[in-house]
């Protein structure tokens, strides 16, 4: 590996840490020669990722491209680079995990919830873009759903509630329970796990 600083060929590591999602390592290194310390990273190349397009395009998942993105979006904020990283690797390690092919929203959802858990006003700007704002009530309404939702995980779903806050989930599809009136507690329907 060349020193990007003075083009010398001999170089050692000097620490190497493997990086989440467990796909790529980050080693330090440091020039023989000018004893500059520079960082590689080190990753396996997994199955292609195909990301479906809006207009019903794919094309082949560029993590740098996600990367630029997001820098974009947290220009001038208090975002390592670092950080991205971590959120761009562990977004494509989700999406081959998927199996492979993943809708440009479902992109746009976890670097969402990953920029919100960084920086919100990151996550705003880039709101602005990937959900493509046409006036100023869609930014006040994204700001708002960003005041109020929790941050999530990476693991947890969005809470979808009805929109009508008196609604009532109705029954199921196969009815109410048949019997005769007070036999409502005997009435047992064949679930997995009980004998």
Not at 105 to 126: K, M, N, T
Request: aromatic residues 6%.
């Amino acid at each position: 590996m060349r020193c990007p600083y003075c083009q010398f060929e001999s170089t050692r590591v000097v620490d190497s840490r493997l990086v989440d999602p467990g796909d790529s390592i980050r080693r330090r290194r440091e020039c023989a020669r000018c004893g500059e310390r520079y960082t590689t990273y080190e990753r396996a190349e997994g199955p292609m990722v195909v990301v479906g397009k809006r207009d019903g395009q794919r094309e082949q998942f560029d993590r740098d491209k996600l990367v630029r993105g997001m820098l974009r979006a947290t220009n001038k904020r208090p975002v390592e680079v670092s950080e991205l990283e971590e959120l761009a690797d562990r977004i494509a390690g989700e999406a081959r995990r998927r199996g492979g092919q993943v809708d440009a929203e479902w992109i746009g959802e976890r670097v969402l919830r990953g920029l919100v858990r960084l920086d919100r006003v990151s996550a705003l700007l880039f709101a602005c873009i990937y959900r493509s704002f046409d006036d100023l009530s869609d930014f006040e309404s994204e700001l708002e759903r960003l005041k109020s939702e929790p941050v999530l995980g990476d693991d947890q779903l969005p809470l979808v509630l009805p929109s009508d806050p008196q609604a009532r989930i109705g029954t199921s599809p196969a009815g109410s329970p048949q019997g005769q009136e007070g036999e409502l507690e005997s009435v047992r329907r064949g679930h997995a796990g009980h004998p």
